[in-house]
């Protein structure tokens, strides 16, 4: 069964970094053809609602939330099937578990989802 595995969260001042990775394993479509996906990173916040932070698709064409442009940078490597969000200038309000997604279509709801990884960034 296919894994979406995300980890590089943690806890960082305001104004630093992090870079998460989501890496894909295990028989499954999504291994296999994991170039023509659509990758995305989703975070939620304690009682807010799940958002979508950024997407990739298959063509290398990037989507951002409004509030994490010119800070987040989202990436892919197809041959090692790993999504990266590099993330600066954090700021407090983006504290949340951030998840990793796949779908073939850039769906708001994608097939697949990792296991989240916690961002807590202090003031």
């Known amino acids: 069964q296919v894994q979406l595995v995300a980890s590089g969260g943690g806890s960082v001042q305001a104004g630093g970094s992090l870079r998460l990775s989501c890496a894909v394993s295990g028989p499954g479509l999504l291994y296999f053809i994991y170039s023509r996906y659509c990758m995305a990173w989703f975070r939620q916040a304690p009682e807010k609602e799940r958002e979508k932070v950024a997407s990739i698709d298959s063509s290398g064409n990037t989507m951002y939330q409004e509030s994490v442009k010119a800070r987040f940078t989202i990436s892919r490597d197809n041959s090692k099937k790993i999504l990266y969000l590099q993330m600066n200038s954090l700021k407090p309000e983006d504290t949340a578990m951030y998840y990793c997604?796949?779908?073939?279509?850039?769906?708001?709801?994608?097939?697949?989802w990792g296991q989240g990884t916690q961002v807590t960034v202090s003031p």
């Open positions: 997604a796949a779908d073939a279509r850039c769906s708001a709801d994608p097939t697949y």
